[in-house]
């Protein structure tokens, strides 16, 4: 099992660009999970999809962020337009039904800088 | 969710063994104790989980307070590997989500 991906790594963009982080949960698993982390305000989850349906989405900071799972298998983070303040690294984690429910996977995470 | 209290850092030697408290008093009867890990420039990673007994799995041990209102994750010989930010959260049965507090960071010293 390859674990949760997420891509890019690591990605550098400017002010006002449009970024696209990319999630691929561990297969069988149903809940997904994107969080985001900074020195500030540590590990805020964003929103979480059951499903494939986005289930809270209340940490979503603002409008310019939004989060698709179009399937089972994928899920996107978008901004746009990025702004310096959203420089963070952007975690994705899956977890299993039934009581596996209980333990989230993470992956490697996306380190996203805004200039 | 119930929130939990954990001291900001804690040091230990290399292979002695780490208690790590977690103070929880305003824990429900539905909540889990969930505690995680996270390595340096990794994503947290799954430690261990318990309701109202006491846990053991390959990488560590939970003792739970009888009245549930404090924690305490044992590692039983730390390793320098072992250093990394041990975050306890409180789990409501059902719910999906997990909210992270800001977590105890362990240094092991050699």
């Known amino acids: 099992d390859a674990g949760v991906i997420q891509s890019p790594r690591h990605e550098v963009t400017e002010m006002g660009q449009e970024v696209t982080l990319r999630c691929k949960p561990i297969?069988?698993?149903?809940?997904l999970f994107w969080y985001r982390q900074t020195m500030m305000r540590g590990l805020e989850l964003l929103i979480y999809f059951n499903n494939n349906v986005p289930i809270d989405d209340s940490g979503m900071p603002e409008d310019r962020f939004s989060a698709k799972m179009p399937n089972a298998s994928f899920s996107t983070l978008k901004i746009q337009p990025s702004e310096p303040r959203d420089s963070a690294v952007y975690f994705c984690a899956s977890s299993p039904p039934g009581r596996g429910a209980n333990v989230l996977t993470f992956g490697a995470g996306s380190r996203l800088t805004v200039l | 969710d119930a929130k939990t209290t954990q001291p900001n850092s804690m040091e230990s030697n290399e292979e002695e063994p780490v208690h790590l408290p977690c103070n929880h008093s305003?824990?429900?009867?539905?909540?889990?104790i969930h505690w995680y890990r996270q390595l340096p420039s990794q994503g947290p990673e799954y430690v261990i989980h318990g309701l109202t007994s006491n846990v053991n799995n390959r990488m560590a041990s939970l003792a739970i307070a009888e009245d549930r209102k404090s924690s305490t994750l044992i590692l039983h010989r730390a390793t320098l590997r072992d250093a990394a930010v041990y975050y306890c959260i409180l789990r409501r049965t059902g719910a999906n989500n997990l909210f992270f507090g800001t977590g105890t960071r362990l240094t092991v010293i050699p």
């Open positions: 297969s069988g698993h149903n809940s």
């Open positions: 305003t824990i429900s009867g539905t909540d889990y």
